[in-house]
């Protein structure tokens, strides 16, 4: 315990005393005081509440395919409304990679079927076929693909074993819109895809998540799930929007340790009066107190926000893979070359960038050398199932189950590419000084 308050002490020092630092999430500076109003309009007077949310899954769903889509308040309660409408349930079992986040775990065992993780593709960082075949007996019911910082999976041999067991594809989109696998966007080649836009995730509405499919009968079923389903609490919206205006200030390499210490005063403060959730905190632990429903819809202002994601999304997407290709241009030449995953050299793919990751035997020591400019704590996925606050083992995940996702864990860097635009100089600069250490 005082181990941890001195090493989370001194991280916050090394924060507040270093311009530009770089975290995993950032604000929205880029919205004028006329559009952050706009978002306030829509939390104080939701008239048009239907309108706008319509509007945002329209536009999100353009931006996947030709298929449709229906916001949710998390990813996972996307992934949980297909897994029911797909009938998956008590008996039935679903493939999971075991590099992920607890809360698809969870969402899993919700629907009363079992998760059974198997192995991260070192090569990608998602899905890995050759284990997933592994995995499947009699009673799989679904497999999914995750596609990890904007490298698409090997989508296409996880859909022929799907098919092959009579089992659905869910992509698992959480990190990854918009990168392409031999010309097809990561979204379109599963029965259904689940997207996250929470604070961390490639677009941003501070929580959220969206479910998509090209297939109309499964959305038909999964409308009949989540029209009916209530939003987030009136009092957690207020809460959600005032972390939206505190990110927008201070999300950003400019002030992002005065955006750390605030985030761990209102974390001392939710100990000792607790004033309530504003993530989806609810799903990180065993004893859930219902604080929200599950699933529940995205509320209008977040879709309001989402709308002005879309907005520069092109752009935004055009910027991250062109980031991605000077953080390789800047590693080829140093020992960090030969570290890289096969995945940046493969020419199938187009990567929207979400965070530059490899893998490196001397991991803690870079580590070492990128906390002095990278929030390095936050990097995925250390554990193969990260956030369960139970232990692994609450969500049925036995240790040493999947040794290379573990042996992966131990070794994982991640380099941010949802970068303040303007701010990529000092980071590139930092990372070829990293790059010739490694
Ligand atoms: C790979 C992956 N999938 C799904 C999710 C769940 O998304 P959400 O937090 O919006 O429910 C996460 C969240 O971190 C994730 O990392």
Redesign the pocket.
């Known amino acids: 315990m005082l181990t941890a308050i001195t090493r989370k002490l001194k991280e916050l020092t090394r924060m507040l005393g270093t311009r530009p630092y770089y975290g995993f999430v950032t604000g929205h500076g880029y919205l004028t005081e006329a559009q952050v109003t706009e978002v306030r309009r829509v939390l104080e007077s939701p008239t048009q509440a239907a309108e706008t949310v319509a509007e945002y899954e329209r536009r999100f769903a353009a931006v996947v395919g030709e298929g449709r889509g229906l916001a949710t308040a998390?990813?996972?309660?996307a992934?949980f409304a297909t897994l029911r409408a797909l009938g998956v349930g008590a008996g039935h079992e679903v493939i999971v990679p075991a590099f992920?986040?607890s809360?698809?775990a969870s969402a899993v065992l919700r629907t009363g079927a079992t998760p059974v993780f198997t192995n991260v593709d070192p090569a990608t960082f998602g899905t890995d076929p050759d284990a997933v075949a592994k995995a499947i007996t009699p009673k799989t019911r679904a497999i999914i693909a995750?596609h990890?910082f904007g490298i698409p999976c090997r989508v296409g041999e996880l859909r022929a074993l799907a098919d092959g067991c009579g089992a659905a594809l869910i992509e698992?989109c959480?990190?990854t819109v918009s990168s392409t696998r031999d010309g097809v966007a990561v979204g379109n080649t599963g029965d259904a895809a689940?997207f996250?836009?929470?604070h961390?995730?490639p677009m941003n509405t501070v929580?959220?998540?969206f479910f998509y499919t090209r297939d109309a009968g499964l959305y038909d079923a999964v409308a009949a799930q989540l029209n009916n389903a209530p939003t987030l609490p009136e009092a957690q919206q207020r809460r959600l929007f005032g972390q939206f205006l505190l990110e927008r200030r201070l999300a950003r390499p400019a002030c992002y340790g005065l955006y750390q210490l605030i985030m761990l005063g209102k974390s001392v403060l939710r100990r000792l009066s607790d004033p309530g959730m504003t993530f989806?905190d609810d799903?990180y632990v065993v004893e859930r107190t219902g604080a929200y429903a599950y699933p529940a819809r995205l509320p209008a202002m977040l879709a309001r926000i989402g709308l002005f994601e879309l907005d520069r999304w092109p752009a935004e997407a055009a910027r991250r893979e062109a980031l991605l290709q000077r953080y390789l241009t800047a590693a080829y030449g140093t020992p960090l070359a030969a570290h890289l995953p096969a995945a940046y050299a493969d020419p199938a793919l187009r990567i929207v960038a979400h965070r530059l990751a490899f893998t490196h035997p001397g991991a803690d020591q870079l580590k070492t050398l990128m906390d002095a400019r990278v929030h390095t704590a936050w990097t995925?996925?250390m554990d193969p199932v990260v956030g369960a606050r139970a232990g692994l083992a609450s969500l049925g995940y036995a240790a040493g189950a999947c040794p290379v996702s573990e042996r992966v864990g131990t070794q994982v860097l991640n380099w941010p590419c949802v970068v303040e635009q303007g701010a990529e100089g000092p980071l590139l600069e930092f990372f070829a000084q990293v790059a010739r250490q490694a």
């Open positions: 998390g990813g996972r309660m992934l992920t986040c809360v698809v995750q990890s698992d959480a990190l689940f996250s836009t929470d961390s995730k929580v959220g998540g989806l799903d995925w996925f």
